[in-house]
């Protein structure tokens, strides 16, 4: 088992060892999770708006600047 050989090779317990692994489980799961939250309300947020609206708003350039020689 690789938990084993972790927990031997770090000297620690077996428990040790699943205990951090599901830790590290919770925490990346709760990061999604938040990161789902997010998209979630700016897609909330900018429900109708236009895609020319939205351009704006993410400050995309529409029209080329002018160019005065």
Known sequence: ???EHIARARGVSLSTVISEALS???RMHAAAER???VLSAY???FT???DEETFV?????LEPPDRRS
């Open 43 to 45: 897609k909330r947020a």
């Open 1 to 3: 088992m690789h938990a």
């Open 24 to 26: 590290d489980g919770l």
């Open 57 to 61: 708003l993410d400050g995309v350039l």
């Open 48 to 50: 109708g708006f236009s």
């Open 35 to 37: 990161s789902d939250e």
